[in-house]
Each structure stands twice: as C-alpha cells, then as structure tokens.
C-alpha cells in the first residue's frame, strides 16, 4: 500500500462514518445499506449482536419512528488501516427529537463508534460497529417507542 | 482528474466549511469574503435568498451584532466532486450567547448546510450555501437585533 | 514540499488533535504523551503557561481526577504548514459529568485551540497548545478538584 493508497483509504472511511449520519437523520435507507456488509454486526445501546444487515436495519428504523427530528453529528474520525480491513473510532452526538413529550423534547446521547471496516467491490463497509455511551442528557421518554 | 485531484480538492472544500465557521465566530469579514464567489447566493433560516458577497456579509453582520460570543461547530464534511464544481452538506451546530438576555443566554441551532462549490482563480468557493435548521433550543430572544 | 506532502501532513495533525482528545476520554497517557514534544508549552484556561510534557500530564490529570465521564468533541481542524512546522487551529466542545455533583450533574466547555505542532522523528506533535474559552454551561463544581 502506497502513502497516497492510505490517505485515500482514511478519507473513504470517514465519508463513510458521514454517510451513516446522514442515511440515519434523513430516513434514507437506499444510503444507509451502502454503509454496511450484508452480514454486518452492530452493538447498540444494549450490545446485544445484531446480525445482518436486514436486522441493523430494521432496528434503526423501529429506533427512528418516535423522533421528528434527529442529528448525528461526528467528529473525531481516527481510522487505523490493516490492509483490506481497517478499525475506526469516531465520537458522536446525537440528538433526538419528539415535541409534545411530557418532561421534554430533547434527548441526546454522546458515545462514540468502535468500527471494523472491510474494502469491498462496493467500496469500504462496515463489518461491524459498536456504540459505546459515554453520558446522556434529556428525558429519556423522547427515545421510547 | 486524478484520484489525488479528488483528495485535495475534497480537503480544500471541507478547510473552506472550517474558514467561514471561524470567520463567523471571529467577526473576520476579510476572511469570510473568501469564503464566496462575488455573485454568491445563500438562503438563511428564512429561505429567501440573499444575493451577492456583500448582501450575505451584511446580513451575518446584522445576525451576529447582538451576540457576545458564537461558536459554529461543523461535523460531517461530505464533498461530491464534478470537475471545477462540486455539491458539500456538513452539519453544524452554532451557539449563540448574550449574556444578561432575558430568559436565557444561550441559543443553540442546529441544521446543515447545502452547498454548491466552484473552482476559481482564489480556489474553491461557495457559489450557493442553503441553510436547513434541524431543530433549536434555548432562548430565541438571544439572536433577536 | 510537495501537494501530496502538504496532504498527508495535515491529515497526520488533524489527527493528532483527535488522538489527544481519546487520550484525554480513556485517561490513556501513553497515547497522550505521544502527542507532544518533550518541551511543549501548554495554557489552560487560567493562561499560565505549563511546561514540558510531564507538568502537562499532571495537570490534565488533576483537572480529570474529580470526572467520571468527559468527550471531547473535536470540529473544525484548519492547519496552516511552514515546512517542519505548522499552525493549527480546532474547535472543541467538552463535555464533564460528575453524577451527584450539586447544582447539576455537567459542565461543558466551548473553546478552540491555538497549536503550534513541529514534525519529529516521531511523527508530528504539538510544540504549543493555547485553549481559549468560548463559553461554558452548566455547573462549574463539576470541574472543582
């Protein structure tokens, strides 16, 4: 791998970090699926596995459907490359809204992604992804379902 | 192009999204006016467009005037690339703080920005930037003139 | 130096700038150390200046003690290079939790900061970092010692 492979292969990652946020606050899963693996594996707030890409999916939407509003803002991209596979951790904040729910609109959380990468035929995808919670702050109801 | 063409011209784009937010926060106008293209157009909270640098720069000097300190913090540089142009969204989030405003003495925004990019002699510059807000909180009073 | 050069170089101190703030999150002072020259200069928020690595460890430390959980939230990397060295200026949200704390659980900070980093045989690292203050929010005791 070249300098400038490694380079390209950094900045391919973290567009995809990006990607994932906006797929997520825009409701757009044709995007969101271009993220991941078909048979990816996510850890959320729980760390139960969820297998597949179906099932990640399924359970972003059925986290989503309460909120009118969301933003998923990240930062701190570090990727760290091992030829074809690569790890990320990226820090995030997001927040979620719903209006009208008793004892507040507003809940966000901030933790950030622990990622396993894998190039692709379509690109780098993510194998797996963990999310970690470093605090939250708001009402928690905002977020049920 | 080359892929390195790709990669520098990417970088550029996002150090332009860093230089307004910093221009902003700093009241730099030389720095901002280097942010656009003279015939630029933006669409702020409103929607209506804002026609030419010096309208937009007039029109952020009449939003900031009242603020004692703001901080525009941008995440998620995404750049599409097609040849001397190129569509940019990031998001933001912009703390506004008037100490003594009744009510509260922040006002946070957050919301992306839909860009339109040119290549020019000065470099890359926004010829079209559309703000969107995703939602607020705290006092609106902070940012009234 | 060339294109590539400049690149790679900024890419390499954005990310530094991302590796401080993990270090800071996962209290990791092997990767914190890796960060700075032997000699840096650090100013905090009081502005007087720390100096050398070592009393820079042990102030972070102090200032981390009393925290269960900080993120430090990094945007907006603009890196200016002059050869072996270069100016760099980020935006940071910090976030502090300290549960129980009375007044209120958070403290979070809004600030930039000002960084001199040098290239070494170690990769580059910071020379100088001046953090200055935006606003803060929440309540101060959190950070009390």
Chains 1, 2, 3 share one sequence.
């Not at 791998?1 to 950094?10: I, N, P, S, V």
Request: glycine share 6%; aromatic share 12%; proline share 3%.
């Amino acid at each position: 791998m070249t300098e400038f492979d490694a380079l390209r292969d950094k900045q391919a990652i973290a567009a995809v970090c990006y990607r994932y946020a906006f797929a997520l606050d825009a409701r757009d899963w044709t995007a969101l699926r271009t993220c991941f693996t078909a048979d990816a594996t996510a850890y959320y707030r729980d760390q139960h596995a969820t297998q597949g890409y179906p099932a990640i999916e399924t359970r972003i939407r059925s986290a989503l459907a309460p909120l009118s509003s969301t933003q998923h803002l990240i930062g701190n991209v570090l990727v760290t490359l091992a030829g074809d596979a690569a790890d990320s951790v990226c820090y995030l904040q997001a927040q979620h809204v719903r209006p009208g729910t008793d004892g507040g609109d507003m809940f966000i959380i901030a933790g950030r992604y622990l990622d396993r990468f894998v190039r692709t035929p379509d690109g780098w995808q993510i194998a797996q992804r963990r999310f970690e919670t470093f605090w939250t702050e708001g009402n928690p109801a905002v977020t049920a379902r």
